[in-house]
């Protein structure tokens, strides 16, 4: 993920969807001249007092010399396949940072902004806090028009998942469920720790765990880069007791409260979802792209050691090929220097489609954020052997303004497609 940002400046939620459903009942398309989101009705899930107010973020990078695009802007010239068009759904003052997206049982966007993710020297800024918001786009005419606070009392945080109850969030250290039993989007009460030892290593902090999202099999998964290794158990487990965890997936069972690795190696995922199979795949950054998860697999990792030195030999990634020029060095790839071969070696968000709305080419294919690229990337998932190989199809959402930094993409309950843009000069 990038570095700390220009929060006062512009973002941009972008939502794709298909032409040929302008008409339908869930959605209808905004006209794509619109500048701007006008400023969503606010509540606030909680009173606030002068002394519990929100900090006003504040920027620590220099200006860019690229002049800041309008939201409005950056979605009428984005470079899209023909069946496909982008409007904007909340910008900014609306949102900003988001770094996590997820659905609600009633079809509203939670979103969670992070603002405490800081320098490589600070780690994180404990003078601001991150917060959580609910997004609802009430007259289904594709534009945010309602937005509400659901908690603002958070630091460190990466991810979020609602279910049974309430809301999961990685706060790190910790694994947190913030209860709203009757669905009122008031916290019931405090936030119950539920995992702890997830780590912020100092060479590497931006590696940290990520990723919530429910599987198929109600398991809450998550991910970990390989340089931010952590031992992770309930809050009271002795040191024996804890599951180490050295980068790769892990699972969460909120009734039973097992916890389990999947996988160990690779630099930084940050993105992983399943196909119709339920079969597992994720993004990574650096040393390769593209894995299939494989529950117990050993996976290559390029600056440490696997866990375990009896590993006869670690697993490569399952694309057959790369975004980037593995010839020269993975900082080469910046800048736009990787352009012809998709963007670059980061990569950001995981989606496989299987919704309704877009045209039926692109179900069952892995869409994936190319960070330096400010493009999706797009993959086409094919069984070989015991397993699958990812075939780099035609990039897609090449997005003209130069402070793109592509977060995480979903689609929603209606079929249409969300993009979380950070928005920043930095990378």
């Not at 429910?214 to 158990?233: E, F, K, M, N, T």
């Not at 009896?310 to 080469?332: E, N, P, V």
């Amino acid at each position: 993920m990038s570095s700390f940002n220009q929060p006062a400046l512009a973002l941009v939620a972008f939502l794709l969807t298909s032409v040929t459903f302008v008409g339908s009942s869930l959605i209808a398309q905004t006209n794509s001249s619109r500048e701007e989101s006008p400023a969503a009705q606010s509540t606030a899930s909680t009173p606030a007092d002068s002394s519990s107010a929100f900090p006003v973020p504040f920027n620590t990078e220099k200006l860019s010399t690229d002049s800041l695009m309008p939201a409005g802007e950056a979605a009428a010239k984005t470079e899209l396949p023909s069946g496909l068009k982008v409007n904007v759904f909340a910008a900014e003052p609306d949102i900003q940072n988001p770094i996590a997206m997820c659905w609600d049982a009633a079809g509203r966007l939670w979103i969670l902004e992070n603002f405490t993710y800081a320098e490589h020297t600070q780690r994180f800024e404990p003078t601001l806090r991150d917060r959580v918001l609910i997004l609802e786009d009430k007259d289904r005419d594709g534009v945010m028009d309602q937005r509400k606070v659901f908690t603002d009392d958070i630091r460190q945080s990466t991810s979020i998942a609602i279910g049974h109850g309430g809301l999961w969030l990685l706060a790190l250290p910790q694994l947190i469920f913030i209860p709203d039993a009757n669905h009122d989007d008031i916290p019931d009460g405090p936030a119950q720790v539920m995992l702890d030892g997830f780590e912020v290593a100092r060479e590497n902090h931006h590696n940290f765990a990520n990723g919530l999202k429910w599987g198929p099999d109600g398991w809450l998964y998550g991910r970990c880069g390989g340089s931010c290794p952590a031992r992770i158990g309930l809050p009271e487990a002795r040191p024996e007791e804890r599951v180490a965890l050295e980068g790769g997936l892990w699972r969460y069972h909120p009734v039973s409260r097992e916890v389990e690795v999947l996988t160990t190696g690779t630099t930084n995922p940050w993105g992983h979802d399943w196909n119709e199979f339920y079969e597992i795949f994720f993004v990574n950054t650096v040393n390769g792209h593209l894995w299939h998860a494989i529950p117990g697999a050993h996976y290559t990792r390029p600056f440490t050691l696997d866990p375990n030195t009896r590993t006869y030999g670690l697993i490569d990634q399952h694309a057959d090929h790369y975004h980037f020029d593995t010839g020269k060095s993975w900082r080469d790839s910046r800048h736009g220097a990787a352009s012809s071969l998709g963007g670059g070696h980061a990569h950001s968000g995981t989606m496989i489609y299987l919704g309704d709305q877009w045209p039926e080419e692109y179900r069952g294919q892995l869409f994936t954020l190319n960070f330096h690229g400010r493009r999706i990337n797009v993959e086409q998932l094919e069984r070989q052997g015991s397993g699958y190989v990812a075939r780099h199809k035609p990039d897609m959402f090449l997005s003209p303004d130069p402070w793109f930094r592509g977060i995480d993409l979903d689609y929603g309950p209606d079929g249409s497609v969300f993009v979380l843009d950070w928005s920043d000069t930095g990378e």
